[in-house]
């Protein structure tokens, strides 16, 4: 069973930032692509960014140029890197790692990340 734990949520305010790292230890993990989604109070939950094993990166509109995913294949963990950050980017954060040839969908517990006004 594969078991994800986020780390790094917290209470900022706008325009401040913080690091997400999401560990994910006993997985091949460059053979996963990583990603992050989130999902807001009354929201479905919504990709952020991905990021393959060879390092080719997909990042929802809405953080493009603020967001920055990347990973470390020698520690078995990715990160998220949130600048700017807005009101609007409030919502539980979650890592998930998939790799569909073995049918891996996990997901982590889920780390709140709070920006103030």
């Known amino acids: 069973q594969v078991q994800l734990e986020e780390s790094g949520g917290g209470l900022v305010q706008a325009g401040g930032s913080l690091r997400l790292s999401c560990a994910a230890p006993g997985i091949i993990f460059r053979r996963n692509v990583m990603g992050w989604y989130r999902q807001a109070t009354g929201k479905q939950r919504e990709l952020v960014a991905s990021?393959?094993?060879?390092?080719?990166?997909n990042y929802a509109d809405s953080v493009k140029g603020r967001f920055t995913i990347s990973r470390d294949n020698t520690k078995n963990t990715v990160y998220l890197q949130m600048n700017s950050l807005k009101p609007e980017d409030t919502a539980v954060y979650y890592c998930n790692a998939q790799r569909a040839a073995i049918g891996i969908n996990a997901w982590g517990k889920g780390t709140l990340v709070t920006v103030s006004s």
């Open positions: 990021m393959t094993g060879d390092g080719t990166t």
